[in-house]
């Protein structure tokens, strides 16, 4: 081969990609194993670098052994990998996210060589009834094969069918060596967009998954599954004197259903922990007794002091129906997985249990495990999605309603002054809430007042290297109820750029230093925005004496239709103070997902919010030439 056949600029291509899967019990631990070979063809010093090193990514609960992997030259010369090569690290994606590989440099690798590798990856999850295999890498395949050998039918009466996704494999067929195949043709090299949606519902994969029926009627089967898990929930939702007397000492004070609700929620914070929650050791957690045939019960969920996150909702349900509110347990999808459809109907996909509590005519969601989030806000994954509510007669599916950009917000003030030398200081004031108050407090959390001020400052010095960062005070980092407020002052020598009768100012100060929010000229992906929110600065800023900006117009207002706004406005108040106003709303409406064919006018939208933000401002000295 002299060229790649699926993509005439990639550099390297596999040949083909084969998994061997084999479902195994040993004792009573069950495991899947997949054995992993790739045969990769490299055309160009751009595929030497990507071939050179392989990362092989794998989540918890999984193992990856017996790397092996070889280069074989174009003259026929072989290179052995050494085993001691191969090492585990931590690689950051888009958006932050961490994931955990297994890396190691193949040698010998050059245009026109083959690069061979094989592994072994073995699944310890004690449920095989779902497994997800993926059909695309960070490379063009030509054919990627699974080869399946389901559980004996000894272990189970159930059968695996293969359930695929964002791609059309061949069907299922039956080996000589027992195993059953199926295979994907031609598939493109992944690649992350930033602000795309989950992964899941842009990259090929399959679902493997045991069952007994085939089709099922969506009405049918999700009114079973509703009336199921109320029935198996409902024990967990009785409470006994002591709890109910406990409940209205809560509760005593509250005026609404709604405060009721707030209470609740808040003893609950204050009196149970979640198992990974800051703070809890190994020990506490032995300590809690885990019932093998039952779900916990609200009181012993409470007297422990720990729960999972369902365990503690139900807890939440079970008071909340002692305070007299209706209340029902409601499963949810994730929007960082599959965006849910009623039509994909297995229960696989909905794995949180929220509780709905009936305010006035309307069934309301709420999630005890948003520690960060302040009580009736969900966190932004379950935010527009529909949820299962459980009913002993009747479930059906209810809105989740996404949170209004007031929800939240990001207010900054700053108090400045602009000496001669380009030196600029004074004080800042951040509040925020909603979602940016939870991303924020999950920084922050568990950490002293020391080290929370260090992360404050660390911020602040990745943009002004040069920044002195004094009087730091960060308030309700553990108090969700309430606006997360960050207070500083800084100082920043050469924040101006100064010549002999003219100081060139970029005035935003909150607004330095970021990077535009989209670059690529095209897209392939939808995009779609976490949650809505807005932000409003202030910036009172005093000039040095003698000094005046230049002419300024004031930019018109930025409408973006249903989604929100971006307004920016400069004016003076006095001889030597300059004052701007800045408000972006985005999201609106519940507006946070576009398709691909409005890219081109979404980033040119934030491409102008961008170049505003960052406009630079002459100040002229008076009297003199320049």
Same mark, same amino acid.
């Given at each position: 081969? %002299? ?66 992997? !070889? ?26 996210? /961490? ?30 009834? &779902? ?18 050998? #389901? ?16 791609? /059309? ?9 027992? &195993? ?7 598939? #493109? ?21 045991? !069952?007994?029926?085939?089709? *099922? ?69 032995? *300590? ?23 365990? +503690? ?14 209340? *029902? ?13 009623? *039509? ?138 309430? #606006? ?72 018109? %207002? ?13 004016? /003076? ?38 170049? +505003? ?14």
């Amino acid at each position: 081969m %002299r060229a790649p056949v699926i993509d005439k600029d990639a550099g390297v291509e596999a040949l083909f990609w084969r998994v061997y899967v084999e479902d195994q019990f040993n004792g009573q631990d069950a495991k899947r194993v997949l054995k992993h070979y790739v045969r990769l063809k490299v055309f160009d010093e751009k595929g030497k670098e990507k071939a050179a090193t392989i990362d092989i990514e794998f989540p918890a609960k999984t193992s990856i052994f017996d790397v092996t992997a !070889r280069t074989v030259k174009a003259d026929g010369t072989i290179v052995d990998m050494k085993r001691d090569a191969v090492y585990q690290r931590d690689l950051v994606r888009a958006g932050g996210r /961490k994931i955990q590989v297994k890396s190691f440099a193949v040698p010998g690798v050059e245009p026109g060589a083959i690069v061979e590798y094989r592994y072994t990856e073995a699944r310890d999850n004690p449920n095989l009834f &779902y497994s997800r295999v993926q059909l695309q890498r960070e490379y063009p395949v030509q054919k990627v094969t699974y080869y399946v050998k #389901p559980l004996a039918k000894e272990y189970t009466s159930y059968r695996m069918a293969v359930w695929p996704f964002n791609c /059309k494999p061949s069907p299922m067929k039956l080996e000589n060596n027992g &195993y059953n195949s199926f295979s994907l043709e031609n598939v #493109p090299a992944f690649q992350e967009e930033p602000l795309m949606l989950a992964e899941a519902n842009v990259r090929p994969w399959a679902l493997l998954f045991y !069952r007994q029926d085939d089709k *099922r009627d969506p009405d049918k089967y999700w009114g079973e599954v509703g009336r199921k898990y109320y029935d198996r929930l409902k024990q967990s939702l009785k409470v006994d004197s002591e709890l109910k007397q406990t409940v209205g000492e809560v509760i005593s004070g509250s005026k609404s259903d709604e405060e009721k609700v707030s209470a609740l929620i808040r003893y609950i914070w204050k009196h149970t922990r979640g198992f990974s929650d800051p703070g809890v050791t190994d020990a506490d957690r032995a *300590r809690v007794k885990m019932p093998k045939d039952r779900v916990r019960t609200a009181s012993e969920v409470l007297k422990s002091g720990l729960g999972t996150p369902d365990e +503690r909702n139900l807890l939440f349900a079970a008071l909340a129906a002692a305070a007299g509110l209706e209340t *029902r347990p409601a499963l949810l999808p994730s929007r960082q997985d599959m965006l849910f459809d009623p *039509r994909m109907t297995d229960e696989y996909f909905l794995d949180s249990v929220d509780m709905a509590v009936k305010i006035g005519d309307a069934w309301k969601l709420y999630d005890v495990s948003a520690r960060n989030l302040p009580p009736g806000m969900l966190s932004w994954p379950e935010e527009g999605v529909p949820a299962l509510l459980t009913d002993p007669k009747k479930p059906s599916f209810i809105p989740s309603e996404p949170a209004l950009p007031e929800a939240s917000q990001i207010r900054r003030t700053a108090k400045l002054s602009l000496s001669e030398d380009g030196t600029l200081e004074g004080d800042i004031d951040e509040t925020t809430t909603g979602h940016p108050a939870g991303d924020r407090r999950r920084e922050l959390e568990g950490e002293s007042g020391e080290r929370q001020q260090e992360i404050v400052k660390a911020k602040i010095v990745a943009v002004f290297a040069q920044a002195e960062v004094t009087g730091i005070s960060v308030k309700n980092v553990d108090d969700p109820t309430e #606006p997360l407020v960050v207070h500083y002052h800084v100082k920043i020598p050469g924040y101006a750029a100064r010549t002999a009768k003219r100081i060139l100012l970029q005035p935003l100060y909150f607004q330095r230093g970021t990077a535009p929010r989209f670059t690529a000229a095209t897209r392939r992906y939808l995009i779609s925005f976490p949650y809505a929110w807005k932000e409003s600065d202030a910036i009172s800023l005093t000039l040095p004496a003698g000094f005046a900006p230049d002419q300024m117009e004031n930019p018109a %207002r930025m409408n973006f239709g249903q989604p929100g706004f971006y307004s920016l406005a400069f004016s /003076k108040a006095g001889d030597h103070e300059l004052t701007i106003t800045r408000e972006l709303v985005f999201g609106d409406h519940g507006v946070v997902n576009f398709p691909q064919d409005v890219y081109p006018q979404l980033k040119r939208a934030f491409d102008e919010i961008y170049g +505003r933000d960052t406009r630079a401002v002459s100040l002229t000295q008076s009297g003199g030439a320049q």
